[in-house]
Nanobody, 122 residues
């Protein structure tokens, strides 16, 4: 079984910074991509940023220029550096991964962490 565990959430003032981290563990053959989604109270879960194992990145327009995603392939970790935080960034942030537990197409799977809360407020 594969587990993804987020860390780094907390309370930060507007304009401040936080760095979220996520570690994937368990039976992992390879990881093709990792990313972050977030869900604010009463809102739908939305994509924040994604990074492929080859280093390609994608950011939502709302965080572009403020957030940076990175991956450590050797350690199966992904991080999200969040700068210039705004109150609207307040949400539970979820780590996700597209991975494989074996070398075959049938071994591909997708996993989610349980989330870490980020609160941007005075």
């Amino acid at each position: 079984q594969v587990q993804l565990v987020e860390s780094g959430g907390g309370l930060v003032q507007p304009g401040g910074s936080l760095r979220l981290s996520c570690v994937a563990s368990g039976r992992i053959f390879s990881i093709s991509a990792m990313g972050w989604h977030r869900q604010a109270p009463g809102k739908e879960r939305e994509l924040v940023a994604t990074i492929t194992s080859g280093g390609g990145t994608y950011y939502s327009d709302s965080v572009k220029g403020r957030f940076a995603i990175s991956m450590n392939n050797a350690e199966n970790t992904v991080s999200l550096q969040m700068n210039s935080l705004k109150p609207e960034d307040t949400a539970v942030y979820y780590c996700n991964a597209d991975l494989a537990i074996g070398p075959y197409l049938s071994d591909k799977t997708h996993g989610w962490g349980k989330g870490t809360l980020v609160t941007v407020s005075t």
